[in-house]
């Protein structure tokens, strides 16, 4: 079965801590994954996707095959990342997006 | 920069009353989706769409619904009868023809069922 797990609703830091959004998966096959970020009242963007491993706005994520994780992590948090997370794991086929529950990273002043 | 844009924004229906949700995917994307989020849950898949055709559907996605893309542009999903439990945000997304690019989506139809 094809599943995303994301432990944590709500992620409360202040301003320049450090930022870790963990996110599980369970899949039998290779796995596509993405995250994509939601800000108040906009769309879900794509944000990192796994197969680029490139840093987006300061996040990076890494593919842990091993752990089955896919972690996004950012060293210094800024105000303006504060939205909702989504970690995602793309199948094969025609390539659906399965969704895990969204964290809520808040960044405080 | 390309997007996917969706109407209405918001919708309020009835409940029993039919409901057709409008997409405009970016126009050279050749696979279409539609995913729900009712409140306080996660994005669900509902319906992808290929060539003209259903490719993959969810369990959630029964004979109430239907999708189209009747005129080349638009990409639409219907549903019949519409209940109270349909309530949610709906999204649609598109993405190119490339194996594992990523898909876009729009800004989403908030429907709403009395």
């Known amino acids: 079965a094809q599943r995303v797990t994301q432990p944590e609703k709500l992620l409360s830091v202040f301003k320049g801590a450090p930022v870790e959004l963990k996110c599980n998966y369970s899949?039998?096959?290779?796995?596509?994954l993405f995250w994509y970020v939601q800000y108040s009242r906009q769309r879900l963007q794509l944000l990192l996707r796994?197969?680029s491993r490139e840093s987006i706005k300061g996040f990076t994520a890494d593919l842990n095959k091993g752990e089955t994780s896919f972690h996004l992590k950012k060293p210094f948090a800024q105000e303006e990342d504060s939205a909702m997370y989504y970690c995602?794991?793309?199948?094969?086929?025609?390539?659906?997006?399965?969704f895990g529950t969204g964290t809520r990273l808040l960044v405080s002043p | 920069e390309p997007e996917v844009t969706q109407t209405p924004s918001h919708q309020v229906t009835q409940m029993g009353q039919e409901v057709i949700l409008r997409c405009v995917p970016i126009?050279?994307?050749?696979?279409f989706y539609w995913y729900r989020q009712i409140l306080g849950q996660k994005v669900e898949f509902l319906v992808s769409f290929y060539n003209n055709e259903i490719s993959e559907k969810s369990e959630i996605f029964d004979d109430q619904f239907s999708v189209e893309r009747p005129d080349g542009s638009n990409f639409t999903l219907k549903i019949r009868s519409t209940k109270l439990e349909d309530s949610a945000m709906y999204f649609c997304?598109?993405?190119?023809?490339?194996?594992?690019?990523?898909?876009?989506f729009g800004d989403g139809t908030r429907l709403s069922i009395l």
């Open positions: 995602a794991l793309m199948n094969t086929g025609f390539q659906k997006l399965v």
């Open positions: 126009s050279n994307h050749l696979y």
């Open positions: 796994h197969i």
């Open positions: 997304a598109s993405r190119a023809g490339v194996v594992n690019q990523p898909q876009h």
């Open positions: 899949y039998s096959g290779s796995p596509e």
